[in-house]
């Protein structure tokens, strides 16, 4: 199956994390303007945290219409949002507590549950939010580990076969811990995804999903990346520097 994908490469994770900025704002403008409303699935870790600080900058948060979008995040880990280690709450303190988004348009994922309690919650957001159909996230962000993950499809995990829930809670036995994440099912219905990834750890097993056998239980991020979704990449020259991109 053909992937489209979109390589946008930049110099440094600053050049990239404004290019996302604009990505952001655009797409969001596009589509409040066909539906009066967006709803953005975000992801965690380190990456993303440039391109929420800029959003909530003077220069940039009143280019977007905080309220028509719906936050959602693709997956959490099973701590409160208090933690430094919340991706809810790192976004919460980074940018959502800086601009005049509706609270109730946030839907985090609640990682002081319990995580099999967390999952049937928020799966029940989901079902709320967009009825009973299947969940289409108008904007979908993903990162990717150096190991192949993204959200929290860890490598060998079971989520990676999940077909009957849409949240799932899942055992990371390399980090001893357990996260809540959207399954590959739904991350794949968005309407746009788009990885950001920087750094030069993951230029190898960026080239591996992208170009190496399709092996899924171990680079759990093809199931996203060679679906047969369109695909956009945000990468900085370090992540971009195995691929072959002319
Ligand atoms: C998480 C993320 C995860 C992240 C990758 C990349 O909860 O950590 O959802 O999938 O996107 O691990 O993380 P970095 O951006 O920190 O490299």
Redesign the pocket.
Known sequence: MENLYQFQTYQDGPEMAIAATTYFVETCAAVIAEKNKCSVCL??????KRMFKLLATDAWKDKVDWSKLFIFW????SVPQNSPDS?SGEAMRLLFDQVPIPKEHIFAINGSLDPIAAAEDYETTLETFFGDHEPVFDLCF?????DG????LFPYTEILYEDEYWVKEVFVEKLDTT?ISLTPEIINQAARIVF????KN?ADVLKEVLTGDFNPEKLPSQLIIRSGADVTFFLDAEAAGALELN
């Open positions: 992801s965690g870790g380190s990456t993303p693709g997956d959490e880990r991706n993903l990162g990717m580990g150096d993950h993204t959200a929290s996260r950001l990834i920087g750094g993951k």
